[in-house]
């Protein structure tokens, strides 16, 4: 695969970024046990900046808990950050008056993890790809909904005559390609896939990232692509972010980010995945991670990573690393960056 | 990563299986093969029909207070009457028959009320939260420290003249509470789905998503509620006129018949007897038709 860091893998055309976060901090109060303890807040995002660069794919990983799929609510808007903004084409969705909000609305939309909770099972197929016209009704004129929308289950490679059944009526792998459907109904610029394919059967899941390839060059859409498989997020993303509890650690293109991985939790996540690729460069070193990862109630000091870092030195603890430019695009949050050398070979 | 791809590239997909499940899965067996829904089924129906078209049943003869013959005052049944007949000598049976009809326009309307104001006020309530919230629970928890029969017949008291209407009233003036808090749980369950989330995303407004995805994915347990709470309310309109604050005569039901009864029991106890059948089948067949309802929508009883 010889292409540069920065030139995107598909050979699609890089320009700015299409959603940026800036600082976004997301605090839920959690309940005390007692009336007079003190108060305490889960942080489940604590500080977060990150670009997502338009027609491109970001892939976000980590491990549960870390605060991917909050994410991914606050980048569709579902949910207000404690702090922070939530930039498209460089204006704070959050801060959008009624109407303006209803046209953002068209522009970024969400997959769910779970294809069968997110279709109403009440609805037909028919009722609820009809939905976003209905709520959107200058979109497509009434007389040609019906047509646009046996456009849109062909387009997901789904057979327009089953316009009349119920979600129940369809397989995992179907009931999510409904919901592409639906999320694609309002020509978005942007899609969040929020663990999309993870509870869909392993070879159903290759069909369905298909899928959202295929739509992603035939729309020209934006992906951002959340998951705890990293090869499915290797095989689809241009460049990809790694969370470790709240804050991202790791940043930057696809080759740099899983070629050389400058931080210790990175190399972790990608040492502990089977490598199918034959031919790799050499075969990586295991990094076992000792414990389960830290409470967001009650992070560590310093670099919240220290405590299960395998190259930790005294001064992590003291003060907290930033994500700090290393090469192009390419930042790390780590005092050490760089390729681990543990002295075992 | 052409030919020695990873199992997601394109093409391996096409070979695998991801078949939907037959339109028609599940063993549902024939609704006439449940015992209890079938016989309650028909008990309710009969009821309702009976209180529509009470002639059907008398043979379109006389009605209720006409053809009477004080003469033959609490005569026991006969092959001519079959209930025998009453105090001012009418025909017991029609009497019976047609008093289904004020009996089973209570149960019904007051659940009806019951329902609409349940399913509106406890989706609100859910739906939005926070004070909303808090206010209509309030509410309800104030309702609900009345006790119901007790609260009906205060109200009864104000109107000098009652008939159906005013019973109708005072039962569903006190009987959404324990609807509206149903409905309020099953709604907070419901308002987190991923669904109701993607219709926001959508852009759907809280009128949509109520009207839309919340009130129809919510109702079906309050319905089966409200089905299994028409025997009360039938019950409550006997007790109230049976102890003489509901409905008074000239009006017919069972409640007014088992009062005037009371009188009698010695001397005539078909007096008492054929209105209580008749009450109890009814109170019966709801209460079954609304648990076999329960059965019938919930997916583990299948």
Known sequence: MPHTATEPRTGKTASGPIMELRDIRMHYPVARPLPFGAKKVLKALDGVDLQVPAGQTLGIIGESGCGKST???????????????????????????????ALMRRNIQLIFQDPYASLDPRMTIEQILLEPFEIHPDLVPRARRRAKIAELMELVGLN?????????????????RIGIARGIALNPRVLICDEAVSALDVSVRAQVVNLLQDLQQELGLTFVFIAHDLQIVRHISDSVATMYLGKVVESGSYDRVYEHSAHPYTQALLSAAPELRQGSSTPRELILLQGDPPSPIDPPTGCRFHTRCPIAQPSCA???????????????????????????? | MSATSTTIGPGDGAQAVDRAPAPSRGAHRRWWLRPRLAISGTIVLLMIIMAAFPQLFTGFGAGPTENCDIMLSNQAPSAAHLFGIDIQGCDY????????????????????IAFAIAALVGAIAGYFGGWVDA??????DMAFGLPFILAAIVVLQLFGQRNIWTVIFALALFSWPGGVR?????????????????????????????????????????????????????SAEAGLTFIGIGLTPPAVSWGLQLAAARDYIDAAPHLLLFPAIFLTITVLGFVLFGEALRDEFDPKGK
Do not use: W
């Not at chain 2, 009497?95 to 659940?111: E, H, K, P, Q, T």
């Open chain 2, 135 to 140: 206010v209509i629970s309030r509410i309800c």
């Open chain 1, 71 to 101: 994410l991914a609510r606050i980048l569709s808007g579902l949910e207000k950050p404690s702090e922070g903004q939530v930039l498209f084409d460089g204006v704070d969705i959050n801060e959008l008056q009624r109407a303006e909000r």
């Open chain 1, 160 to 176: 327009p005559d089953h316009l009349s059944r119920y979600p129940h009526n369809f397989s995992g792998g179907q009931q999510q």
């Open chain 2, 93 to 112: 049976y029609t009497n019976v028959i047609y008093g289904a009809r004020a009996s089973i326009l209570v149960g019904i309307v007051v659940s009806a």
């Open chain 1, 318 to 345: 003291a003060s907290e690393p930033r994500l700090d430019p290393l090469q192009g695009d390419h930042a790390a949050r780590c005092f050490f960056p760089g390729p681990l050398n543990l002295g075992s070979g």
């Open chain 2, 182 to 234: 149903f409905m309020r749980s099953s709604v907070l369950e419901i308002r987190h789905r991923e669904y109701v989330q993607a219709a926001r995303l959508l852009g759907a407004g809280n009128r949509r998503i109520i009207a839309k995805h919340i009130v129809p994915n919510a109702v079906t347990p309050l319905l089966v509620l409200q089905t299994l709470g028409v025997g009360g309310m039938i």
